[in-house]
């Protein structure tokens, strides 16, 4: 259920624009937002989150006309970029554009790169916000860099606490996991980061297959600075608790994060259903939130760690395991 109060956005809108951050929820997951020409209230961001500043942040903006104020976005040069902000915006999908020469944001913001990463979130209170401070909101996930992303406004609570002046209750994010970062150079589209966008769906859109970052091909080896993530760290989104993938026979002194559908009766003592008929997009809403109590039990029963079903890698599942694989990292 999403909660929407206007007290609460003008209330976060005044925080930001005197340079303080605010638990911002989006459909994807709870961002840590501030005013993105802010210097200070950016530099703000990576101490609380203790992120290293090589690490840029996403520019969240209210619509496509914001994003082509200040990164180059156009219908003629740009058609690839343009066709998937059109379709996929406002939604979960991070397009890395090249700036504007004369954009106010933050050079921390963007770790001093020339591009700038975008996106145009689609639930209604981050809409809300962005335009009532009629700025563009920088918002990594709300959490400590390296912790579980957070799904709840209690989580950012839990783990940010003092630190974050506010937090609006959105209610769950919808999706659960971070948008879709692409890249497109040349026409041709680059996978930075899995996520809330399934491949599938972006390539049926652009008719054409998405190039993994990783599987650049010498000739493109001259691009490859500019079609980076360098947020892309192997260990991130770990739980505190060890962690272990595609576990189809779990110790009992383990939760067991589930993915359906069972082939026996067998009850584990600590089981965690992320979807019991296979439902990718049910897991993907659940996983985070899930790993948080995961984590939790493990504290509270004294348990070995965690332990995860085996998860298909089509859909959104590629996502999924992309961020359980540096979880386990
Ligand atoms: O769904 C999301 O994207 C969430 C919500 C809050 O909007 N935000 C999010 O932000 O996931 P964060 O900071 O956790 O991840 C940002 C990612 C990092 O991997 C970073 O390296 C990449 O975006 N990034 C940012 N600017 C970039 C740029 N100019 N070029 C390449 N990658 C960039
Ligand atoms: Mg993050």
Known sequence: MTRFDWQDISRAAQLIRDGALVGMPTETVYGLAADATNDQAVARIYATKNRPTFNPLIAHMASLDMAQQFAHLDASHHKIAFQLAEKFWPGPLTLVLDQRPDSPISALATAGLSTIAVRVPAHPIAHALIETVNRPIVAPSANPSGAISPTLADHVRQ????????????GASAIGIESTIIRVVNEKAYLLRPGGLSRTTLEEAINQPLIARKGL????????AAIDAP?????HYAPKA???LNIEMPSPDEVWLRFGPS???YHHPHELWLSHN????EATANLFAMM??????????QLKGICISPI????????INDRLSRAAA
């Open 231 to 235: 947020g892309q760290l192997a260990s």
């Open 312 to 319: 298909p890698d089509t859909g959104l599942g590629e996502a």
């Open 292 to 301: 948080h109590l995961a984590d939790q039990r493990c504290t509270e029963h």
């Open 217 to 224: 091909t010498d000739e493109q080896d001259t691009n490859e």
């Open 159 to 170: 783990s940010l606490g003092e630190r974050v002046s506010f937090t609006i209750d959105g």
């Open 242 to 244: 060890a962690l272990r």
């Open 278 to 281: 296979a439902d990718l997009t």
């Open 263 to 265: 082939q026996t009766d």
